[in-house]
């Protein structure tokens, strides 16, 4: 199996800038279109989509929208041919930064796994209420 690092979904998302980056756009195109018809296949992991997301997302680099930049990696992580252990809580957690702009992509992630495994969340992080079906609890006071 080959794993695809960050800079690849990069390369796809991202317009070139030079003549290297052209190829490489075009190389990554051919990939992804592979991907999307599930004629290769590939794998990857949660911390190379948030990578990408902050790299989408970060003024200095592409400057996308969250929901855009979401929207674009959840419509990749679908893709038949790509592979992850963890798909289905990337998607959710994907849908979860579209509908909420102020979840961070590692909280909507942090969420998905707790709803995934029904798990209670011991945080202080208020934003966690916003998720619907989570159950967040601070920790006992101190004796």
């Excluded at 317009?15 to 990939?31: F, H, K, R, S, Y």
């Excluded at 679908?78 to 809580?89: C, D, H, N, T, W």
């Excluded at 849908?95 to 798990?119: N, Y």
Aim: charged share 25%; hydrophobic share 40%.
């Amino acid at each position: 199996m080959r794993f695809i690092d960050t800079n690849i979904f990069l390369r796809f998302l991202q317009a070139p800038t030079d003549e290297i980056t052209v190829a490489w756009n075009a190389d990554c195109t051919a990939l992804f279109r592979r991907l999307e018809l599930g004629e290769d296949t590939v794998t990857t992991a949660e911390f190379v989509v948030t990578e990408a997301f902050w790299v989408l997302t970060s003024r200095r680099h592409t400057g996308l929208s969250r929901s855009d930049a979401a929207s674009r990696l959840k419509t990749i992580v679908q893709y038949r041919g790509l592979r992850m252990a963890s798909k289905r809580r990337v998607v959710r957690s994907l849908d979860l930064v579209i509908s909420d702009p102020k979840l961070s992509l590692v909280d909507a992630l942090i969420a998905s796994t707790v709803l995934e495994e029904d798990w209670t969340l011991l945080s202080y992080d208020t934003d966690f209420d916003r998720v619907s079906g989570l159950d967040r609890q601070q920790p006992e006071p101190a004796s």
